[in-house]
């Protein structure tokens, strides 16, 4: 058996941390795809309010398994 995935390109953000924006990215595809995989975060980024950072942004790419 041959298995084929797919991989689409998803944007997170957390106010509380960069393990938090990725387990919530990670989790919303779960929660809307089958067989996620894995994901390879690619950039991250945070915004800064007031000389402090309010939120960090996470872009990922995220693989899944296509059903046969």
Known sequence: ???VAKVIELTSSSAKSIED?????????????????GAWVQDIKCIVKNGKVAEW???????FLLKD
Not at 21 to 37: F, H, K, Q, W
Not at 57 to 63: E, L, S, Y
């Open 21 to 37: 924006a990725i387990e919530s990215g990670i989790a919303r595809a779960d929660s809307t795809l089958d067989n996620v995989e």
């Open 57 to 63: 942004r996470v872009n990922m790419k995220v693989t």
């Open 1 to 3: 058996m041959t298995a």
